[in-house]
């Protein structure tokens, strides 16, 4: 599950582009555009609509023994027993990153762009922190600091694409970033240390 989490949006954004951008006179570059197609269905119809059947329109189908051994991968590391709001962890990953997606290739005005973006990152963090779908409180310390840091992100990197002109509070701006990312990196270090000095504690 980890890795569909690291890969889903690239492989969206790669299918999307070689279907509309891709050429298909060799034989090679068909089977590249049949690939495409499948996994742009499969990603953003199939699986949605598979999550969205089994939360929603079955009762208690996550339960069901055969039901959850095939699509249980979709309930790694989510509370699922909570409700459907905390089963309902991944689909709301999948939607959010087809709606960036969307955005991206379909709204032409930047300025709209950041606002559909920016929503939709409060959108997730109000959801996350209302639902607390991960399981360990560590999980949800760094989904909820992840989830801060591209909003600020989010904020700050359009002052530098023509939104922001003054040269000196783009600079102001590039401090307050280059700050941040060294919060990021100590952070990432701070739960690193934990969690090897955890592991070292047990060997020794």
Not at 90 to 104: D, G, K, Q
Not at 186 to 194: H, V, Y
């Amino acid at each position: 599950m980890y890795l569909f989490q690291q890969t889903y949006i690239e492989l969206v954004i790669a299918s999307f582009l070689t279907i509309n951008y891709g050429s298909h006179d060799l034989s090679g570059e068909k089977l590249s555009m049949v690939l495409a197609f499948i996994i742009l269905i499969f990603s953003t119809a199939v699986m949605p609509s598979v999550l969205s059947w089994t939360i929603f329109c079955k009762k208690g189908s996550v339960d069901v023994p055969w039901i959850f051994n095939r699509i249980g991968m979709f309930f790694q590391n989510v509370k699922y027993e909570e409700g459907k709001s905390a089963q309902s962890y991944y689909l709301v990953f999948m939607i959010r990153r087809l709606v960036l997606i969307t955005t991206i290739f379909a709204v032409k005005h930047s300025y709209s762009q950041v606002m559909i973006i920016q929503l939709s990152n409060l959108l997730h963090l109000i959801y996350f922190g209302s639902t607390q779908p991960a399981i360990t409180r560590q999980e949800r310390i760094v989904e909820m600091f992840n989830e801060v840091s591209i909003i600020i992100f989010t904020f700050i990197m359009p002052m530098f694409c023509g939104i922001l002109f003054d040269q000196k509070e783009q600079y102001y701006f590039g401090y307050f970033l280059g700050f941040y990312v060294i919060v990021i990196i100590a952070f990432s270090l701070l739960f690193i240390f934990k969690e090897n000095y955890h592991a070292l504690k047990l060997i020794y």
